[in-house]
């Protein structure tokens, strides 16, 4: 049995010959890719070496990607393609890998062109107290990946998590992913994976955001990605349903969130060391 005991209700998501499963004790499951669409060939550069590399591993992996970032620090900030664009882009890539698709919604008017192309909705962190946006994406019946705000507390999720569960979807996911300590700069509790799962709900570890530097840089976040590793191992050695990290082929080149993202030729030393700590707490 894993250090997390299993869940009374595991998150499941069936979609086709896929099935993904947090809170059995079973896998830890990755939400890995580009932070945006920059182009279609990036996306799919980054897609194609996480599958070959969760395959090889067993690990179970949805891409992540998301399609518009709304909230950037200044109007300079790519934001993306456009929404519409952005869209059938990552519908024509999920569909030529063959996999499942995390994305994150910023305004109810995205939830449902957004539910139609992605398996699971993601609430920003910023965004976790939105009301109106978490009953719409609840309303979806989608898993709904729901952030942390760095603003709250681990028990503070319960009061969120349940606008979604009595709107009737309790297929959620609790992430952590740093709280504010100050001036440009975010800590982890590791004893907040605990009690958050102690809520009833599998817990993600975003192992990238965790590493950010909000608004260090004057109009952007800077970050400190040779801490995912890190943190990565700590939080499988913690217990979690999941891990969270973006990656990118030449972080210093990209459009967005490049100094917290893990380079990709890292990604599979990384991963095999979590197998090796996912192995010795589920043995």
């Known amino acids: 049995m894993h250090q997390f005991h299993p869940l009374k209700k595991p998150v499941v998501l069936q979609q086709g010959s896929h099935k993904i499963t947090w809170g059995d004790g079973k896998n830890f499951v990755l939400f890995a890719g580009p932070d945006i669409i920059e182009d279609e060939g990036l996306v799919m550069e980054v897609g194609h070496e996480l599958k070959r590399v969760t395959t090889k591993l067993g690990i179970p992996w949805i891409l992540k ?17 456009g929404t519409g664009s952005a869209l059938k ?4 890539i999920k569909t030529q890998l063959d996999c499942l698709l995390l994305t994150d919604i910023h305004e109810t008017i995205q939830v449902e062109p957004t539910a139609e192309v992605a398996d699971v909705l993601q609430i920003p962190a910023f965004l976790s107290r939105q009301t ?3 009953v719409a994406a609840a309303k979806t019946n989608r898993v709904i990946h729901i952030k942390k705000g760095q603003f709250l507390a681990p028990w503070d999720m319960k009061a969120i998590a349940q606008k979604a569960v009595e709107t009737g979807n309790d297929k959620l996911l609790l992430c952590e992913r740093g709280t504010t300590f100050g001036y440009n700069r975010l800590v982890n509790d590791m004893t907040g994976l605990v009690e958050m799962r102690a809520l009833g709900f599998p817990v993600i570890m975003d192992v990238t955001h965790s590493t950010q530097l909000p608004g260090s840089t004057g109009e952007s ?4 990605s040779e801490m995912v590793a890190p943190l990565a ?16 082929p030449n972080p210093a080149a990209a459009l967005c969130d490049g100094p917290t993202s893990l380079p990709l030729k890292d990604l599979e030393p990384l991963l095999q060391q979590l197998m090796k700590i996912w192995k010795v707490h589920s043995a």
Do not use: W
């Open 132 to 134: 109106d946006l978490m």
């Open 221 to 224: 976040s800077g970050g400190r």
């Open 233 to 248: 191992r700590a939080a499988l050695a913690v217990g979690v349903d999941g891990i969270f990290l973006e990656t990118h």
């Open 65 to 81: 990607c998301s399609f518009d970032k709304a909230n950037r620090q200044s109007l300079k900030s790519f934001r993306g393609p």
């Open 89 to 92: 882009s990552l519908e024509k």
